[in-house]
């Protein structure tokens, strides 16, 4: 995913408030986080990631693995990785490893992000909480982007003015097929549980 350089600055700060509609029993994904970013710019990026996810009907579970937190788990159909790294090797703020069928690893690239947050004047935390919401985008619903909004392949004025606003979100198409994907990730590991109970 790219961005458009010279974005103006943007009002932005408006919360998640009432918007929010996962419930408890909605299905969630895992996600294992591979990253040295700063504590207090992770937590609220993932924060803010769930509340798009949720926004969806999707919860999420972070798992942040660091060298002294080694996560022994793989990436897998019902575990997804997102790397954040300092470059992508790419241009774009994010990349996803993908099929038509979804996939199972993303990566953020935080130079990138932290470019972006200069020149629109929306903190990095925000923007890679997006990033991270727009990757996992791909790991469930596969490589296409929309013609705007979240999962737009470039992101514009108007999609920074959303994100700015916390605005930025997966459409009713998307956010459907969202929620079923996940749910049949976790339909295995469900499964699974049931089994073993007596
Ligand atoms: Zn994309």
Not at 19 to 29: E, F, G, M, S, V
Not at 88 to 106: I, M
């Amino acid at each position: 995913m790219r961005w458009f350089q010279n974005v103006p600055a943007l009002i932005f700060g408006l919360g998640c408030g009432l918007a929010c509609t996962a419930a408890q029993n909605d299905p969630a994904l895992n996600v294992l986080v591979y990253s040295g970013v700063a504590p207090e710019i992770l937590v609220q990026a993932e924060a803010d990631s769930s509340r798009i996810l949720e926004r969806a009907g999707v919860l999420l579970n972070w798992r942040n693995c660091r060298p002294e937190y080694p996560c022994p788990i793989a990436p897998d159909f019902v575990h997804v990785s997102m790397r954040i790294v300092n470059h992508t090797g790419r241009e774009g703020l994010g990349c996803s490893l993908v099929t038509k069928a979804g996939g199972s690893d993303a990566v953020a690239g935080l130079e990138n992000v932290q470019r972006l947050a200069v020149a629109s004047g929306i903190p990095a935390w925000q923007i890679l909480a997006a990033v991270m919401a727009h990757e996992i985008g791909h790991l469930m619903l596969g490589p296409s982007h929309s013609g705007g909004g979240l999962m737009h392949g470039n992101w514009d004025v108007h999609d920074l003015g959303h994100l700015g606003q916390r605005q930025l979100k997966f459409d009713l198409a998307q956010s459907t097929r969202l929620k079923a994907a996940v749910l049949a990730r976790s339909r295995p590991e469900r499964t699974l549980l049931a089994a073993r109970r007596p």
